[in-house]
């Protein structure tokens, strides 16, 4: 008799440099008898500790894909841009800070992977099957409808958005957004993930998972990395988003676009290709005002 087939997967995505919530979710996941792991993107940036990060991934698992993060690396890797904003510094930082092997890595990964697991056929990207950049809401009942209606593949899995992890049925597929691990502005120093159990070639069971982290540890590397140096704004809002104020980063940056976009009809730079045109970087003087309307929520 064949005994019954049984896997576990941990779906992990949007780490964003966050090394102490990464080491603490792979503890969590061994001690649940996790067979595989597959990571989502946005394995880097917005915390400076890209390398660390990085070599956990690569020492983890082959299933990687790429993020918008990423795509942001390899496009200023291939453009380098002359932009003197402020808030672009953390992105030549990060870039900075990556190994010519790291950088070489994060540009051979896929942004979509297939995989199969027991009969049981899923589909992973970061954003959407389109796009590293697109992001599905479980309120976007038009949009998840198109991605699943002829979907070959039993699982959509994917991240980027930062709700709050979720899973749904639809069109007979199941779609889960696996949170975000590094940054997710729902908890203090909390990292979601999930698992995913195969049993005898279905999907038996969907834990969503939630970790606690040293938020303290983060502070201090953050102080040593040397980024601060570079634009303090930047890092006090993704701060905001573990100890938290979530809310108030996002609000900052409503406020930012808002002005942004008032002011010049768009938050991209003329001279901006590809994912570049997503990405809102705003105006010193907006920058540097709206630091001050909100400083009361930084703590570097």
């Not at 996002?250 to 045109?277: S, T, V």
Request: charge should be negative; include cysteine; glycine fraction near 6%.
């Amino acid at each position: 008799m064949i005994g019954v087939i049984k896997i576990k997967i941990a779906i992990l995505t949007d780490i964003h440099g966050n090394s102490v919530a990464l080491k603490e979710v792979i503890k969590d996941a061994e001690k649940n008898n996790v067979d595989e792991f597959l990571i989502l993107g946005d394995l880097v940036a917005d915390l400076p500790f890209g390398n660390e990060t990085l070599a956990i991934i690569k020492g983890l698992t082959n299933k990687v894909l790429k993020g918008n993060k990423e795509q942001y690396l390899i496009e200023y890797d291939k453009e380098k841009y002359d932009w003197k904003n402020i808030q672009f510094r953390t992105i030549k930082f990060m870039y900075n800070e990556l190994s010519k092997e790291n950088i070489e890595y994060i540009k051979k990964l896929p942004h979509c992977m297939k995989l199969e697991y027991e009969g049981v056929k899923l589909l992973i990207t970061h954003g959407s099957p389109k796009s590293v950049e697109e992001q599905i809401h479980q309120e976007d009942r038009q949009l998840l409808n198109y991605y699943t209606e002829n979907l070959e593949e039993d699982v959509l899995i994917f991240g980027h958005t930062h709700d709050k992890m979720w899973y749904e049925t639809i069109n007979n597929k199941l779609v889960i957004n696996a949170g975000c691990l590094g940054v997710c502005p729902y908890y203090v120093s909390q990292a979601e993930y999930v698992i995913l159990d195969i049993n005898n070639g279905k999907v038996d069971n969907i834990d969503l998972r939630l970790v606690k982290y040293d938020i303290e540890i983060i502070k201090k590397k953050i102080i040593e990395s040397g980024i601060l140096e570079e634009d303090n704004v930047l890092m006090n809002l993704t701060y905001n988003g573990i100890n938290g104020n979530g809310l108030k980063r996002y609000e900052f940056f409503q406020d930012a676009k808002k002005l942004m976009l008032e002011r010049n009809g768009k938050w991209y730079k003329d001279d901006a290709k590809g994912i570049f045109k997503y990405f809102k970087l705003f105006d010193d003087d907006i920058w540097i005002s709206l630091a001050e309307k909100y400083k009361n929520y930084f703590v570097f």
